[in-house]
């Protein structure tokens, strides 16, 4: 089964490639690893939430805003790839957390990215994986996601 049949499978809409805020592409493609920019949640151009996850936002409202902006690297890989199905497996995944200083649940915040690329490329969704605390991230998102993937 591809990750288009995947998605389809499991009733989820790719959104379009978010544009980038500053100066980069989405993601580049070097042999056949793509690797995408960090992503922010974005939802129709838009952040759903602002502010640092344990004051501002609950970390379980950052744990979907997690998987929002995972499946935006997706579709910026996927752009990439010439379709989802040009992907093969997620290989490392970087989830950035807006943290309030005393906030230390970052690995059940970036959860949320890695639960739901499990769930599109199954075993070739398990990948290594870092959750880091930042002070404060680009249009004060609480949240943004790194994908690395293989292609076909």
């Known amino acids: 089964m591809g990750v288009s049949?995947?998605?389809a499978e499991l009733g989820i809409e790719l959104p379009p490639v978010a544009a980038p805020v500053a100066a980069y592409?989405?993601?580049?493609r070097f042999g056949d690893v793509i690797r995408t920019s960090g992503q922010?949640?974005?939802?129709?151009?838009?952040?759903?939430?602002?502010?640092?996850?344990?004051s501002d936002v609950p970390a379980e409202d950052a744990k979907g805003l997690a998987r929002v902006a995972a499946l935006n690297a997706l579709a910026a890989?996927?752009?990439?790839?010439?379709?989802?199905d040009g992907l093969s497996r997620v290989v490392h995944v970087t989830?950035?957390?807006s943290s309030a200083p005393d906030f230390t649940g970052q690995a059940?915040?970036?959860?949320?990215?890695?639960?739901?690329?499990?769930?599109?490329?199954?075993?070739?969704g398990?990948?290594?994986?870092?959750?880091?605390?930042?002070?404060v991230l680009p249009l004060d998102t609480p949240v943004e996601v790194e994908v690395q993937?293989?292609?076909?």
């Open 5 to 7: 049949d995947r998605l």
């Open 40 to 54: 922010l949640p974005l939802v129709d151009g838009a952040l759903p939430a602002k502010g640092k996850v344990g």
């Open 77 to 84: 890989a996927a752009a990439q790839a010439g379709g989802l």
């Open 25 to 28: 592409v989405p993601a580049t």
């Open 95 to 97: 989830v950035f957390v």
């Open 108 to 124: 059940a915040v970036a959860n949320g990215a890695s639960e739901i690329l499990g769930e599109i490329f199954g075993e070739a």
């Open 149 to 152: 993937f293989a292609t076909v």
């Open 126 to 135: 398990r990948h290594s994986r870092s959750a880091v605390g930042v002070a």
